[in-house]
């Protein structure tokens, strides 16, 4: 059987103007959906460098750059621009907590790259903010609004593979070392736990709700970066999901649910899969095809702006309590294989 993604454009509501921080490949990604995306305008970026931002507002349309100069921050005058509505924020991890934080404080709208934070402690505290500022907030994990996603937690729910025992994903590649670059920079947040274990979580979160217990084990490298980790998640009577990520290996890059009654398992890459294997009881099995327009970014986008449109603060597909709560998974999966993050330091003082 097959399914079909929507990967058109929105269709109602008023325009939304959009701000970029940073130019990184994300935010070019993200941006080429955006741009599909109706009642989107694409109205300012910013980046540290002004050649960055100058270029990605040409090559995308934009009708505003700022960069880094003595009156401040590319960022910071980007949300000073009243014009601008709703932010998407690509910087690496690390400045995650510190963007979003000015955003919300100038009375924009936000959207941010996952991991939200580098810790649970950042992510309560932006939540808060984001409360008691009456503003849209949501952490920019794609996979949870994919239709393939969709369309495997409703075949869950609905009893099609029987109670869900096991679930096993990976991913991983093999990453060139390089300091400079923000996989391996400590001081970027970089590792294989917050840049790619959130995928494999996202999938056994999903299939079985939160972990009474997470036990993690990984190898650091000379900069105390993890390149490898294995998580296992154990859940009440004996369920239970191991998950890898790597910067080390290349693997299958699934996810296999299992239940009582058969599995599903999702085509590679599990972060943005286009098709599902259903197996049944019985032993046959089927696949569901899902074929889209946009490059899959597009669905984290239109409900960031049909909540906006709703009035809504958070979006009932990714709350802001089970984004609190998988940067608590991240923390404790951290404190055991012994990665820390200068972030980290201000958490304890504050």
Request: hydrophobic share 40%.
């Amino acid at each position: 059987m097959a399914g079909t993604g929507s990967g058109g454009r929105a269709t109602d509501g008023q325009t939304l103007r959009w701000g970029i921080v940073a130019t990184g490949r994300i935010a070019h990604r993200v941006t080429r959906d955006l741009a599909r995306l109706e009642g989107a305008e694409l109205y300012a970026v910013s980046s540290r460098s002004e050649g960055s931002a100058r270029a990605f507002a040409e090559e995308h349309g934009f009708a505003a750059s700022y960069h880094d100069n003595p009156s401040g921050s590319g960022y910071q005058q980007l949300f000073e621009d009243p014009r601008v509505d709703v932010v998407y924020v690509a910087t690496p991890h690390a400045q995650h907590f510190e963007v979003v934080r000015a955003a919300l404080e100038a009375g924009k709208h936000v959207l941010c790259e996952k991991p939200f934070t580098i810790n649970a402690s950042e992510a309560r505290e932006l939540v808060q903010l984001a409360g008691e500022r009456s503003l849209f907030l949501m952490e920019a994990v794609w996979t949870r609004f994919l239709p393939a996603t969709r369309r495997a937690l409703e075949i869950i729910r609905s009893g099609g593979i029987g109670t869900v025992r096991w679930v096993q994903a990976d991913l991983g590649f093999p990453a060139a070392y390089d300091p400079a670059d923000r996989l391996w920079d400590p001081a970027a947040g970089g590792g294989a736990l917050l840049d790619l274990a959130v995928y494999p979580l996202t999938w056994a979160v999903a299939a079985l709700g939160f972990p009474a217990g997470l036990r993690a084990q990984g190898h650091l490298n000379q900069d105390g970066v993890d390149v490898q980790n294995t998580l296992a998640l154990e859940y009440p009577e004996g369920a239970a999901a191991q998950l890898t990520s790597s910067l080390q290996s290349a693997g299958p890059g699934t996810a296999t649910i299992s239940g009582t009654a058969g599995w599903i398992r999702t085509g590679s890459p599990l972060y943005n899969p286009r098709k599902l294997e259903i197996c049944g009881q019985d032993g046959t099995s089927r696949v569901e095809e899902f074929h889209d327009e946009a490059e899959g970014f597009i669905h984290e986008l239109r409900e960031t702006a049909r909540c906006i449109r709703a009035g809504l603060q958070e979006s009932p597909l990714m709350p802001w309590a089970e984004t609190v709560q998988m940067m608590g998974l991240l923390d404790q999966a951290r404190e055991q294989l012994g990665l820390h993050y200068a972030n980290d330091a201000r958490a304890v003082t504050t």
